[in-house]
T-cell receptor
Framework: QKEVEQDPGPLSVPEGAIVSLNCTYS??????FMWYRQYSRKGPELLMY????GNKEDGRFTAQVDKSSKYISLFIRDSQPSDSATYLC?????????????FGSGTRLSIRP | NAGVTQTPKFRILKIGQSMTLQCTQD?????MYWYRQDPGMGLKLIYY???????DKGEVPNGYNVSRSTTEDFPLRLELAAPSQTSVYFC???????????????FGPGTRLLVL
């Protein structure tokens, strides 16, 4: 079983729709949860992070963590064509060597105008 | 700041050839990482370094070598290229002492490598 599983997509939705991206994990030691966005032919960039269960909101983006179910989600409201990218979930454990993080395989998202 | 820079952007290698992927960061970050990204497979850690002179293996180190002689540079060496090393390679860095989110890694633009 992979430590981090991510719905592979691809996912195509119309502009303005609400998007839900999800990951599950198996390692209870994970305490840091992140979402990276990667545009085509670019490096990943950190979009959101959280350390605790619950919701964290940043503009149109909401990160949700449920540690009891080992499940994390990223919601995008009022999706825009500029949100078209691959979204990678990532997780880390406290005191892990060199603060290594484990990435999901990524979900490719396309927002249709 | 330029951030994390990588060269070359794209390279074609023949089987058995060698090459060095360059990575430089100008943020004075202690931690640096090399990842490879295959389609649909996410990012796999190849090697990492916690400071000049200190390197360690990640999840998929076979066929690669690294060195860290300065804080800024972290080159990745492929000695005998194989088709299985066809991938996109990303270098990343992180500040171990800042107040930023503990796990924030800053990525370079990547090097696309094709081994034929």
């Amino acid at each position: 079983q992979k430590e981090v599983e991510q719905d592979p997509g691809p996912l195509s939705v119309p502009e303005g729709a609400i998007v839900s991206l999800n990951c599950t994990y198996s390692n209870s030691a994970f305490q840091y949860f992140m979402w990276y966005r990667q545009y085509s032919r670019k490096g990943p960039e950190l979009l959101m992070y959280t350390y605790s269960s619950g919701n964290k909101e940043d503009g149109r983006f909401t990160a949700q963590v449920d540690k009891s179910s080992k499940y994390i989600s990223l919601f995008i409201r009022d999706s825009q064509p500029s949100d078209s990218a691959t979204y990678l979930c990532a997780m880390g454990a406290p005191l892990s060597s060199a603060s290594k993080i484990i990435f999901g395989s990524g979900t490719r998202l396309s927002i249709r105008p | 700041n330029a951030g994390v820079t990588q060269t070359p952007k794209f390279r074609i290698l023949k089987i058995g050839q060698s090459m060095t992927l360059q990575c430089t960061q100008d943020m004075n970050h202690n931690y640096m990482y090399w990842y490879r990204q295959d389609p649909g497979m996410g990012l796999k850690l190849i090697y990492y370094s916690v400071g000049a002179g200190i390197t360690d293996k990640g999840e998929v180190p076979n066929g690669y070598n690294v060195s860290r002689s300065t804080t800024e540079d972290f080159p990745l060496r492929l000695e005998l290229a194989a088709p299985s090393q066809t991938s996109v390679y990303f270098c990343a860095s992180r500040d171990s002492s800042s107040g930023a989110p503990q796990e924030t890694q800053y990525f370079g633009p990547g090097t696309r490598l094709l081994v034929l």
